[in-house]
C-alpha cells in the first residue's frame, strides 16, 4: 500500500448554524489547515497516488478566500468539512481539518 500526505493552508469565512447561542452564528474567518490522506494500492501510470496538484486544486481551488456557507452545502463545521474533503478525492481515507491552535476535527472512511 502506497501512502501520501498533503498539508493545505486556505483562508476563508463562515457562520453556524446551532441550536444553541453561540459567537460562532456570526459570519467570523480562519486561516485553515487542512491535511489529506491518500492511499492506494497501485500506482498510476505516472507513478503517483495522486498528483499534490490535484488535491490543491480539489480542495484548495473552491474553499480559500471563500465564505464557506455559500460554497458548501451543509453547516461548515470542521467535522463536515473534513468528511467532504475525503469526498473529493478517491484515493483519500482521512481528512484532518483545523480551524485553529487547538480545535481540530478528523473524519476517516470506514473501509
Known amino acids: 500500500m502506497y501512502y501520501i500526505e498533503k498539508r493545505i493552508e486556505i483562508s476563508a469565512c463562515h457562520r453556524l448554524t446551532l441550536d444553541y447561542e453561540s459567537k460562532c452564528t456570526q459570519l467570523h474567518g480562519h486561516n485553515w489547515i487542512i491535511t489529506i490522506y491518500c492511499k492506494s494500492r497501485e500506482l498510476n501510470k505516472n507513478g503517483m497516488v495522486i498528483d499534490f496538484s490535484e ?57
Not at 92 to 107: H, P, T, W
Open 55 to 111: 488535491i490543491k486544486r480539489l480542495i484548495k481551488t473552491p474553499l480559500d478566500h471563500k465564505n464557506l456557507n455559500e460554497v458548501l452545502p451543509f453547516n461548515p463545521t470542521a467535522e463536515n468539512m473534513a468528511r467532504w474533503c475525503t469526498e473529493q478525492i478517491p484515493q483519500c481515507y482521512k481528512a484532518v481539518v483545523q480551524e485553529s491552535e487547538g480545535n481540530i476535527a478528523m473524519y476517516e472512511k470506514d473501509e
